[in-house]
């Protein structure tokens, strides 16, 4: 192992993380997010699962901050990113059981759900299946783009 895995190994222990130790010398490492970091390649990467955006030369202590800190704003929202059919996509969440919201858990229906990402377009969140949830108004437009909901928020 090398001492970058090795302090990683440490330093998740020491903040509560799990680690999966994956194929080519790829962790994941889950925090309150899931980051894959690759302390073993030549640009040791690492980037929050559902996001465009990754970093490059990071070491262990910062890939361990990455599982507690929603990811940095993006500038602007690209517009392009969001995809359309928005009750389509609100019923197949409906259809696999989803049906409370994702923030307070008040139940909701098709025409009382918004269409949630979990990570923000705005923060590099991608517009697919595994970023999508669903929550009522209320919660959707409090939230914004910011994630309360990590203790860095």
Same mark, same amino acid.
């Given at each position: ?11 998740? @222990?020491?903040? =509560? ?10 962790? &994941?490492? $889950?925090?309150?997010?899931?980051? #894959? ?24 202590? @910062?890939?361990? =901050? ?10 602007? &929202?690209? $517009?392009?990113?969001?995809?359309? #059919? ?68």
């Amino acid at each position: 192992m090398s001492r970058y895995l090795n302090e990683t190994l440490a330093l998740a @222990e020491k903040h =509560g993380v799990e680690v999966v130790q994956k194929p080519n010398g790829h962790i &994941q490492l $889950k925090g309150d997010l899931l980051v #894959n970091y690759y302390p073993e390649s030549k640009k040791m990467s690492a980037y929050v699962a559902g996001t465009t955006g990754g970093k490059k030369r990071i070491m262990p202590k @910062e890939a361990i =901050g990455m599982c507690f800190k929603a990811p940095e704003l993006t500038p602007g &929202q690209r $517009k392009d990113a969001r995809g359309s #059919n928005s009750r389509r996509k609100r019923q197949q969440l409906i259809n696999k059981g989803v049906s409370q919201c994702h923030w307070c858990h008040r139940p909701i229906d098709i025409d009382t759900s918004t269409l949630e990402h979990i990570i923000p377009l705005h923060r590099g969140g991608l517009d697919n299946a595994n970023n999508r949830t669903l929550a009522c108004y209320d919660c959707n437009q409090s939230r914004g783009h910011e994630m309360p909901e990590l203790k860095n928020g």
